[in-house]
């Protein structure tokens, strides 16, 4: 610890930093947004497709885009988790502490920070062998509005980045997960055909973290 | 009154490290440690770490006030959304001769008394708002060090404006 101590003293502040000639650095911008500042979707899907597109690069399968994708998605779900429960008014600025608190965080805040809606549901995986599985269910991503998935990838569903933008707040919130996503077509027949993207984010915690919610939640 | 404030990642790993004294009561901002003891204030600081993994699962605030002490070291401690732990080492100078009425109104005379705590929890929030600039940064990465000047200037003007 000591070799990242400062010196301390005025010297230090002439280190090589380099401000903007405004002299404005991060620090001296609101973290507060106003609730109308929102994003042109065209200029996201053009984004959005670049990046699917350099995450293709040199890769060998989908599984391999997929984690890409993941992994341009990762640190996000870290920050947001911090910007946005500072947002929160001081009384429900609450750290997640259950399984149950994180997922509503992100069906709730987290969607509508990105999306502008909450996630369409929440489900826990009925099977009892995999008590560790979580479903967030979006019926229509907004990331694959405009993404076309060739016939030969099938299996690719570019949700995988907002994939990553869970598992990364489920990371950083303290309950270690691997997040995938599943284009998989409603149960019910109507439903199919109304939501033909419809997008399952599967949530599988690490052992620990169902050992850790016995006695959290006692 | 003498303060050391410390950044710990998620793998318990220092990230910032910051070392002042009060500037209330006269104070002068200078930090007034034993000489012959300072280098343990890591010490105490990191094993504190174990009390709080117990405490931050106990309740879901961030600030969990003083969770240990050392003799007359209190540690409080702030835990933020992603897991990264703000600790302050807070020792009160040993009043020089038997303790007065007076001084015990002082920030930091009681480390457990409500105005402290307070003042810890101001000093606090403020620290947080501009570490959640500094991990806004897009260049920056999970427990990654945060050398800024411009960080430690803010660390240091939120201790002289509240402890």
Redesign the interface.
């Known amino acids: ?2 070799n ?3 010196s ?1 003293g005025p010297g ?2 002439q ?1 090589g ?1 380099r401000l903007p000639s405004s002299g404005k ?3 001296h ?1 609101p ?1 507060n947004r106003t609730r109308t500042a929102e994003l042109s979707q065209a200029s996201f899907a053009y984004l959005f497709g670049e990046m699917v597109s350099y995450a293709q690069r040199r890769v060998k399968g989908v599984n391999e885009l997929e984690q890409r994708l993941n992994a341009q998605g990762h ?1 996000l779900g ?2 947001l ?3 946005l ?2 947002r929160e008014p001081p009384r429900s ?5 259950t399984i149950i ?1 994180l997922l509503h965080f992100i069906k709730q805040m987290l969607w509508t920070h990105l999306f502008g809606r909450q996630a369409d549901r929440l489900e826990k995986s009925a099977n009892p062998e995999t008590p560790d599985e979580y479903m967030i269910v979006d019926n229509e991503p907004l990331v694959n509005q405009y993404i076309s998935v060739p016939r030969e990838m099938s299996q690719l569903n570019c949700a995988a980045f907002v994939a990553g933008i869970v598992e990364g707040a489920c990371d ?3 309950f270690p997960a691997r997040v995938s996503a599943h284009t998989i077509r409603s149960p019910t027949n109507e439903e199919a055909d109304l939501w033909p993207g419809r997008t399952v984010f599967l949530v599988k915690f690490r052992p620990e973290v169902l050992e ?1 919610e016995k ?2 939640k006692q | 009154m003498s303060y050391y404030f ?1 950044i710990v990642g ?1 793998q318990d790993n ?1 990230l ?4 002042f004294g009060t500037s209330k009561q006269g104070g002068d901002g200078q930090s007034r440690f034993n000489e012959q003891v300072r ?1 343990l204030n ?1 010490f105490i600081l990191h094993s504190s770490l174990d009390v709080v993994e117990e405490v ?2 106990a ?4 600030y969990l006030k003083v969770v240990d002490r050392f003799f007359n070291n209190y540690v409080s401690c702030f ?5 990264v732990k703000f600790l302050l080492l807070h020792q009160p100078a040993l009043p020089p001769g038997p303790p007065t009425s007076r001084s015990s109104t002082a920030i930091g005379a009681n480390p457990t008394s409500p105005a402290t705590e307070e003042a810890i929890k101001n000093f606090f929030a403020e620290v ?10 897009p260049f920056y ?2 427990n990654m ?1 945060v ?8 660390v240091a003007a939120a201790g002289r404006k509240y402890l």
């Open positions: 610890m000591s990242l101590s400062s301390k230090q502040e280190s930093l650095t991060i620090y911008r973290l640190p870290l920050k988790l911090d910007l429960l500072f600025q609450l750290r997640p502490l608190a950083g919130a303290g850790r006695y959290v | 410390a998620t220092p910032f490290e910051h070392e280098h890591q931050q699962w309740q879901g605030q961030m835990v933020t959304a992603g897991n947080y708002e501009n570490w959640i600039k500094a991990i806004m940064n990465k999970v060090e050398t800024s000047p411009v960080f430690r200037q803010r």
